[in-house]
């Protein structure tokens, strides 16, 4: 599966982004998906996960309430509702895909490249 990660930006905080990533070669709707990120000089975290058929959701506490996931296996994508930004949430995000699991995407099959969110106060 190839991940192709878009929609990262420069926002002030309190504003809205959303991310998207797209995915190629193998059959989307087979995958849970997941969305991490990496703030410079700190590992990378887990912010949300969503099962194969949308039925299923997991967050972070730092971004229950503000953060959506979501997916369209019609579009082989998933995204990232990104409201009520802090400067804490500046980091670069990745999305993930782990097969045969329904929600858990600690250890993905594959990653996409990363994009980068930046929250200005």
């Known amino acids: 599966v190839q991940l192709q990660a878009s929609g990262g930006g420069l926002v002030q905080a309190g504003g809205s982004l959303r991310l998207s990533c797209a995915a190629s070669g193998r059959t989307f709707s087979a995958y849970a998906m997941g969305w991490f990120r990496q703030a410079t000089g700190k590992e990378r975290e887990f912010v949300a996960a969503?099962?194969?058929?949308?039925?299923?959701?997991n967050y972070a506490d730092s971004v229950k309430g503000r953060f959506t996931i979501s997916r369209d296996n019609a579009r082989n994508t998933v995204y990232l509702q990104m409201n009520s930004l802090k400067p804490e949430d500046t980091a670069v995000y990745y999305c993930?895909?782990?097969?045969?699991?329904?929600?858990?995407?600690?250890?993905?099959?594959?990653w996409g490249q990363g994009t980068q969110v930046t929250v200005s106060s």
């Open positions: 993930a895909a782990r097969s045969r699991t329904l929600v858990d995407v600690s250890k993905p099959d594959y």
């Open positions: 969503i099962s194969w058929n949308g039925a299923r959701t």
